[in-house]
């Protein structure tokens, strides 16, 4: 069992910086990939970034050059600093990994952007 804990969504203007964590605990001994995904209200839940364990990422084309995942393997945790920040970014932002073929889920946090 993986539990998933983000933290640091909130209210930002329009040009701002945030930086999101995701932290895993529970049973687990060597978390794999772990990704960023963010839905906006009316819309489906799309990916955001994604990190591998090796530290290789992937970013969707619409937050590339604007956001940086990240990740400190001792610590379980996993992190996205977005900036520049657009309206359009606004949604709920979620944690995601696989664990022994188990996709799990963290709370969500939300991350506002405006004026």
């Known amino acids: 069992q993986v539990q998933l804990v983000e933290s640091g969504g909130g209210l930002v203007r329009p040009g701002g910086s945030l930086r999101l964590s995701c932290a895993a605990s529970g049973s687990i001994f060597s978390i794999g990939a772990m990704g960023w995904y963010r839905q906006a209200p009316g819309k489906q839940r799309e990916l955001v970034a994604t990190?591998?364990?090796?530290?290789?990422?992937y970013y969707a084309d619409s937050v590339k050059g604007r956001f940086t995942i990240s990740r400190d393997n001792a610590k379980n945790t996993v992190y996205l600093q977005m900036n520049t920040l657009k309206p359009e970014d606004t949604a709920v932002y979620y944690c995601n990994t696989n664990y022994i073929g188990v996709d799990y889920w963290g709370q969500g946090t939300q991350v506002t952007v405006s004026s």
């Open positions: 990190i591998t364990r090796s530290a290789n990422t």
